[in-house]
C-alpha cells in the first residue's frame, strides 16, 4: 500500500537533486537566460523561522516555473557573513567570529536544503572567505583609482587625471571633489612634491580618506551610517550615538546622485521603495546666495529652494558643526555656544530633523547684511541646520517655512509676510501667488517670475548663482571593528597607498582580543606585524586598521554567482555578458537607503570602467511581506498560582503572559508541557473549560521573547518541506504582512494527501488510465493550467495553490484517472510542491527529473463553453435552471422555457405579460 510517506519522498528528491546537480547554471547561449536572486542572509545563530523562507520560496516557484518553460536558470545562495553580531558574541566568549559564523552556516545550509529549494550550491559564496573579499578589496582599489568626471558624466582612470593636470592644470576639469581644491595651473602641478600631488588626488578619488563628521557609537565601538541610527540610538543594541570628527574613508556616492534618480525610472521596483530612494537622494534646484557678515570678508553661503522669498529673511540659522561657529561669534557667547554644541553633536542628523519639537539656538552675536536691503540679519546657531546639508547654512524665512516660523516664535524673532495677501498664520503655504511686500526687483512677480528674477539678479551680482543640490551624502566606508574586509591600503609619510594587486587578498590577521588597544586604535591594532612591504623595499609600512563596513561584500555579490569559482576575475567577460543582471531579486525594503543604494552606485562604477554591461544591477525587484507570529497567552489569576481558561478570565482579575505556541494546538494548551516550561510553573492549578485550558491569541512581530517563533524544522518534520511551502504562499499576496497560524496548515497537508489520492486506489494501488480524458476533465485542468501560468507570470501565488485545491476537488469529483490530465497536474504543481512531483512524475514512467520537462501548453479550445446554464425565473424568483447552445437565438430560448413543465406549474397556465431573455445571464418569464 502507498501512502503519502513525505518524509522519505522528500529526502529521496533532495538527494537525487543534490547527487547529480541538478540546479548548476553554466552559460548556454542556446537558451534563453533567467537571473532569480535572493537577499542573501546574515548567518545568525537562531536559525530560520517559518517567516525567513517566504522569500525564497516565491523566488524558487518562479525559478523551478521558468526552468521547465525552457529557460537556463541561474538561482544561487550564498551568505552575508561579516558584521557586528558574530563580533559581539566573540568579544563576550573569546571565540572567534569565523568559528561561530561558519556553524551557522552549517545550520543554515541544512535548514535551506530540508525546503528543497533549487539552489546552484556550486555558486555559493560567503563574504567572509577571503577567495571572496579578495576581489571586494579589488573593487576598493579601482574606485580608489577613479574620479568622477562631470564633463563625460562617468568614473574614470586617476591617470587620466593626472595627465590634465600635468597638460593644463585643474582650471579645466569638472569633477566630484572636496570643496578646498585649490586652483592650479600645470606649472604648478609638476612642481608639487610626491606629497602634495597625493594630498591633492586624494580630493579626487571616489574613494578618499578625509575627516568627516561621524556616528559614533562607543558601546559597539564603531562608526555607524545614518540608516544604521535610529533616534540617537543604535539600530543594533540600542546604544547610544554622538557625532565625532574622525578620519574617515569615504564614497563620493553624491557624484552618483543624479544617475540613481534616473535609474529608478527604467527599473520595476515597487513605487514605495523608489520614492524612499529618491527622497534620500534628495534633490532640489535652487540657488546658492551669499550673505557677508557685518565687519568682514566672510561670506555665508546658503542655499535656498525658495529665493524669491529672500524678502522674508529675518534670521541666519548656522549648524552647531559649521567651522564658522568659531570664527564670527562674538566673545561673550563663546562659552554659551561652547556648551550648547557640546550637547547637540550628542543628536544623530535623523533625530535633530525629524523632532520638530524640541526647539534648540544660540544667537552668535554677530549680523550678516541682507544681499538685497543691506539691512542686518541676526547670525544664529541651531540645531535643526545640518553641517551635511548644502553649506551648512540656512536663510530663516519664519513666513514661508515652518521650522524657521516655530524657531521664530520660540526665540521671539520677527516673522515678515512674504506677499501683501499672506496673513502671518498662512506662513506655511510656499507658493502663494500675490505682490511681493518690500520686493524691489521682484515687485508685483508671480511664484515662477520671482524665482527666475531673483537667480538672475543674484548671478550679475556676483553674490551667487543657481543650484542643484542633494540630501544625499558621501558614504563613510570605514568601521572600526574587526570582523570585517580588511582595507588593502598602507600608509607611508602618512600618504595612502594601495597594495599591489598579485597581494590581494589581505587577509584578516589573528588578534588576542576583539577590543580597541589601550591607545584607542581598531582591534586589528592588535595583530603582530600587520604591515605590508612593497615589491622591490627594504621596509615595511602599517596596514589601515578598519575595516570595510557590512554593504562592502553585498554591493556586488550577484556578479560573483555568476563565475563563483574564477580567480582571475571577479566575473568572467563570458559569464557577466551571457547572465548581465538579476532578471529578479526578492528582499526587504528595509535595505532601500543601504544596501540597495549602494549596489546601484557600485553597478554603475564598474559600468562606467568597462567591467560590466549594465548599469543597474536588478530589473525587477519584489519586497516580500513580514510573516507574523500568533501568539498564544495563559491567564494567571491576580496574586495566586492559578490560570484560568480564556473564555473564564472575564470572571477574575488576571494578568496575561506569553506562552510557548510550541506547546499549544489549536489554541488548546498542552497542560504537562507548560509544567515542565520553567520551575516556578511545576505546580501550578488550572481552572479550566469543559476540561481543557483554552489560552488566548494576538498577531505580533515573530520574536523569541514572544515565544511565537515557529521552527521551519519542525512543520517540515509533522507536515512535510511541500506542505510547508504550499502554505506559505497560501497565506497571502507575498508582498502583504500575514500572520501564520500552524492551525490552518491541516488544510493544505490534506490537499496534497488528495492530490497523491488522485493517483492511487482505496488498496493504495498506483493507478492511472490511459483511456482518452473527458472533456469535463480537459476544460478543469486547462482552467488550472491558464491560471496558474498567469499567476505565477504576475507572481500572485497564493490564488495559485487554491487554483490547485479546486482542480484536486473537481478531479476527485469526476474519479479522473487519466494519465494525460495527471501528468500535466504534476508539472503546473511541481514548482510550488516539487518533492512529491518528482516522485509522482517517476511513477507515471519517466526515468529522467521532470526538470527536464516541459510546461503544459494551455488550449482554449478545452475550455470554450458550447452551451449556457441559464437560471430560469418567474416574476423573479429562480424557480429551475435550463442548458441551451450559446448560439441558439432568443426566440427558440423564450419558446423552450415557456414549454417547460416547471415553467408552466410557476406561470400557473397563464400567458406571460413578456419573456426577457439576457444572453449568458437570466431568463426571466413576467406573468
Known sequence: MAEYNFRDIEKKWQTYWQDNASFKADVDKTRPKFYALDMFPYPSGAGLHVGHPLGYIASDIVSRYKRIKGYNVLHPMGFDAFGLPAEQYAIQTGQHPAITTAENIVKYKEQLKNIGFSFDWAKEVQTCDPSFYRWTQWIFMQLFDSWYDYNTD??????????????????????????????????????????????????????????????????????????????????????????????????????????????????????????????????????????????????????????????????????????????????????????????????SERERMSDVKHITGVFTGAYALHPFTNEQVPIWVADYVLAGYGTGAVMAVPSGDQRDYDFAKHFDLPIVPIYDNMDISEHADPTKEGKMINSGILDGLGYQQAVDKAVAFIEEKGIGSSKINYRIRDAIFARQRYWGEPVPVYFKDSIPHLVDEKDLPVILPEVDKYLPTEDGDPPLGRAENFNYTPEGSSESYPLELSTMPGWAGSSWYWFRYMDALNDKEFVGKEAEEYWRSVDLYIGGSEHATGHLLYSRFWCKFLYDMGFVKEDEPFKKLINQGMIQGRSNFVYRISGSNKFVSYNLKDDYETSALHVDVNMVTNDILDIEKFKQWRPDLSDVEFILEDGQYICGSEVEKMSKSKYNVVNPDDIIEKYGADTLRLYEMFLGPLEQFKPWNTNGIDGVFKFLRKFWNLFHDDQGNFVVSDDEPAQEALKTMHQTIKKVEEDIEKFSFNTSVSSFMICANELARLKCNNRAILTDFVLILSPYAPHVAEELWQKLGHSDSLLNANFPAFNEAYIREDSYEYPVSVNGKMRTKMSFPLDMPKEDIEREVLASEVIIKWTEGKQPKKVIVVPKRIVNVVV
Not at 271 to 279: F, G, T, V, Y
Not at 322 to 329: E, H, K
Open 154 to 347: 562617468k568614473a574614470r582612470h586617476i591617470d587620466e587625471l593626472i595627465a590634465l593636470f600635468e597638460k593644463e592644470g585643474n582650471s579645466n576639469i569638472k569633477a566630484e571633489c572636496d570643496e578646498d581644491v585649490p586652483n592650479f595651473g600645470a606649472a604648478e602641478w609638476n612642481a608639487f612634491s610626491f606629497k602634495e600631488q597625493q594630498n591633492i588626488l586624494l580630493k579626487y578619488r571616489i574613494t578618499y580618506l578625509a575627516e568627516t563628521t561621524v556616528n559614533w557609537c562607543p558601546e559597539l565601538g564603531t562608526v555607524l551610517s545614518n540608516d544604521e541610527v535610529k533616534d540617537g540610538f543604535s539600530e543594533r543594541g540600542g546604544f547610544p550615538v554622538i557625532r565625532k570628527n574622525m578620519m574617515q574613508w569615504s564614497m563620493r556616492i553624491t557624484a552618483y546622485a543624479e544617475r540613481l534618480l534616473d535609474g529608478l525610472e527604467r527599473i520595476d521596483w515597487p513605487e514605495p521603495l523608489k520614492e524612499m530612494q529618491r527622497n534620500w537622494i534628495g534633490r532640489s534646484n535652487g540657488a546658492e546666495v551669499d550673505f557677508r557678515v557685518e565687519n568682514t570678508e566672510i561670506d555665508i553661503k546658503v542655499f535656498t529652494t525658495r529665493i524669491d522669498t529672500i524678502y522674508g529673511v529675518t534670521y541666519l540659522a548656522i549648524a552647531p558643526e559649521s567651522d564658522l561657529v568659531d570664527i564670527i561669534i562674538s566673545n561673550d557667547k563663546k562659552q554659551e555656544i561652547k556648551d550648547y554644541v557640546e550637547v547637540v553633536k550628542n543628536r
